[in-house]
């Protein structure tokens, strides 16, 4: 159990990867397609009668399956469940970086190109209806920035009294993150949707020279 070789090989070929990662994962798609010749990025509307964010926005996508081969064939096979789009008119152009949350898992988001909406087929099921916004309009808007404080509350038997300077612990402890809020007609979008548009339009965007 000391031995330095045994390490030395185990981790030699071993690629990095995310601590957590064994948990809850998903995939999802943000969609660019040109409407009337300006290159937009499709939304969903979730499904009203959804038990979970009901009338929410967000990127198609869901959970990796074991049959999954990839997470990059998991959000292409959301998207098209989702709204209908064949495998074959949608081109993954990248991914985007590996989202990790306290509350669902680990997210891997990429971009996508649709060819055309001609197929589109929404699964009432699960999505409202679509809609799309000008990309031209992202890149100049500056969204609204809130703050959300996640409390720390040790649950009934949790050794809080074993734990140094276990006052800051015991009433006071929170996280803070910022939650960004976009807006664009009656839409609102927010939450990990606008986190990773966020992102998107952070590392695309055109700097002017």
Request: with cysteine; hydrophobic share 35%; aromatic share 12%.
């Amino acid at each position: 159990m000391n031995d330095l070789t045994h390490i030395q090989q185990t981790l030699s070929n071993r690629k990095s990867g995310i601590i957590g990662s064994t948990s809850f994962k998903s995939a999802v798609m943000v969609p660019l397609v040109y409407v009337e010749e300006e290159l937009s990025i499709l939304f969903e509307v979730r499904s009203k009668h959804l038990k979970k964010q009901p009338g929410e926005i967000c990127f198609p996508g869901g959970k990796i399956d074991s049959t999954d081969h990839s997470a990059e064939m998991a959000a292409i096979r959301e998207l098209s469940e989702e709204i209908g789009i064949p495998n074959h008119q949608i081109d993954v152009i990248a991914p985007l970086d590996v989202l990790a949350t306290p509350f669902r898992g680990i997210i891997y988001p990429f971009i996508g190109f649709l060819k055309n909406l001609d197929q589109l087929n929404v699964n009432q099921e699960e999505v409202d209806h679509i809609f799309t916004v000008p990309l031209s309009y992202l890149y100049q808007y500056n969204p609204d920035i809130h703050s959300m404080k996640m409390w720390f509350e040790p649950s009934e038997h949790f050794p809080l009294d074993k734990v140094p300077n276990k006052q800051a612990y015991a009433t006071t402890r929170y996280s803070e993150i910022e939650e960004y809020f976009y807006y664009y007609e009656d839409y609102l979008i927010w939450g990990l949707t606008a986190r990773i548009l966020s992102h998107f339009l952070d590392i695309t965007k055109p700097r002017s020279s």
